[in-house]
C-alpha cells in the first residue's frame, strides 16, 4: 500500500519525469512512427537508384510437409533503371552456386534463362520481377508494409565491415487487401541500405516458408560490369520448351519466382509500367486547430489510382495530424489523373503521395 501510494505522488508531483522513464523504456522506446519513416527512407533511396548491384546468399528454411533448411544460395543481381525512361528496366540474376547454377536476363522484352551446359529457353515476358525479386518489393515498401515496427537492433559483419542495423518488422500485403505475408528488414543506420531481408510466407501445399537473403556486397553507385550485361546471345546453344527438371526448388522458386502480393489487375510503377500523370489537383484544407498551433509538414499516403483516373482506398502511411490528414485523404479523392500505362493501356497502379501543409 505504502509503495502505491509513493508512485501515485511520483506520477502527480512529477509527470515529465515519468514520461522520461517510458521513454527510455527499451520496451516502449522504438516508435511507430520512426519505423514508418525508416521504411519510407528505404523506398526513396531504392526509387532514386538508377542502377544497384549485388551479391549475397539465400537461406530458405521450411515447416511443414516438406520440413528442413536448404543449403546457403549463392547470388548475384544487377538491375538498371534507365534515368531518361527512353527505355524499360532491365535486370539479371545469377545463381552462382548449389547443385544447379542458372543466368536469367530480363531485358524489357524477354526473359532469357540459360545453363552453364549450352542450353536456354526464353519467355516474352517484360516484367523484370523474375530477375529482381524480392528486391524488387523495396520500391514499394512505404505503400506494402503494413504497421512496420522496430524489433531491435543489430550489428552485421558484412565483408570486413561491421554495420549497425535497426531491424524493422511488418506484414505485407497489397492496400485493401488482407496481409499474405511478412517482412523483416536489417536497415542501416547511416545509409538506410538494406543489408538483410526475410521473407514470410504459407504457400498453397500448407508450408510456412522462410526465406532470408543475406547481402554480402551491393552498390547503388553504378555496374561494374561489361555493357553487355543484359544481352544475351545464344549462337550454338540448345533451345529448351521451359525448365528442365532438376532445375532445383530452391533456384525456381525460393530465388526467383515473381511476387504475387499485388492483385492481377494492379500493378507497381517501373519498366514497362509508367506512372499516372496528374491533370486536377485540390489543395488540402487546414482545421483550425491546426492552424492555431501553426502546425506544418507532410502527410504520406498510399493509393490505388485506378483507369478511370480516380484515387481510391487511400490510407494514411505518414501521420502529421489526424485532423490533416483526413484533410489530405479528402483532397487527394478528388484529384484526377491521367491513368498509367502498360503496353499501350490504362492500367491501375499502386501510389505513393505527399500532400504537404505549409502556412503562409
Not at 515498401?141 to 561491421?162: C, D, F, M, N, W
Request: charged residues 20%; hydrophobic residues 40%; glycine residues 8%.
Amino acid at each position: 500500500m505504502l509503495s502505491l501510494l509513493f508512485t501515485v505522488m511520483i506520477r502527480k508531483i512529477f509527470p515529465s519525469l515519468v514520461m522520461f522513464a517510458a521513454l527510455i523504456d527499451p520496451t516502449r522506446g522504438f516508435s511507430a512512427d520512426r519505423a514508418a519513416v525508416l521504411i519510407d527512407a528505404v523506398s526513396q533511396k531504392a526509387q532514386g537508384t538508377v542502377t544497384w548491384e549485388s551479391e549475397g546468399q539465400l537461406v530458405a528454411d521450411n515447416v511443414g510437409p516438406a520440413t528442413g533448411t536448404s543449403p546457403g544460395v549463392p547470388f548475384r543481381i544487377s538491375l538498371e533503371y534507365p534515368s531518361d525512361g527512353s527505355t524499360g528496366a532491365r535486370a539479371r540474376l545469377e545463381i552462382l552456386g548449389g547443385g544447379n547454377p542458372l543466368v536469367r536476363i530480363c531485358d524489357g522484352h524477354f526473359q532469357w534463362n540459360y545453363l552453364p551446359a549450352g542450353r536456354y529457353w526464353k519467355l516474352a515476358e517484360p516484367e523484370i520481377d523474375p530477375c529482381v525479386y524480392p528486391f524488387s518489393e523495396w520500391r514499394s515498401l512505404a505503400l506494402y508494409l503494413r504497421a512496420p515496427v522496430i524489433v531491435g537492433s543489430e550489428s552485421l559483419k558484412v565483408a570486413q565491415r561491421t554495420i549497425k542495423c535497426t531491424v524493422v518488422r511488418g506484414d505485407f500485403g497489397a492496400p485493401g487487401e488482407a496481409p499474405t505475408s511478412s517482412r523483416k528488414l536489417w536497415i542501416d543506420d547511416i545509409s538506410k541500405m538494406v543489408w538483410q531481408y526475410r521473407v514470410e510466407r504459407t504457400n498453397s501445399l500448407g508450408e510456412h516458408t522462410v526465406q532470408t537473403y543475406s547481402l554480402l556486397w551491393q552498390t547503388l553507385d553504378g555496374l561494374r560490369r561489361s555493357s553487355d550485361l543484359f544481352q544475351f546471345q545464344p549462337l550454338g546453344w540448345t533451345e529448351l520448351a521451359g525448365p528442365p527438371m532438376e532445375l532445383s526448388r530452391a533456384a525456381e522458386e525460393h530465388l526467383t519466382k515473381t511476387a504475387t502480393e499485388l492483385p492481377t489487375s494492379m500493378y507497381r510503377i517501373g519498366g514497362v509500367v509508367t506512372p499516372p500523370a496528374l491533370i486536377h489537383k485540390v489543395e488540402p484544407k487546414y482545421t483550425k486547430a491546426a492552424q492555431s498551433a501553426r502546425m506544418e509538414g507532410t502527410v504520406k499516403l498510399a493509393a490505388e489510382v485506378q483507369i478511370d483516373g480516380t484515387a481510391r482506398n487511400i490510407r494514411v502511411t505518414q501521420s502529421l495530424d489526424p485532423g490533416l490528414d483526413r484533410q489530405a485523404i479528402e483532397a487527394v479523392s478528388q484529384w484526377r489523373f491521367r491513368p498509367g500505362v502498360r503496353d499501350g493501356n490504362p492500367v491501375a497502379v499502386a501510389v505513393v503521395f505527399e500532400v504537404n501543409f505549409r502556412l503562409r
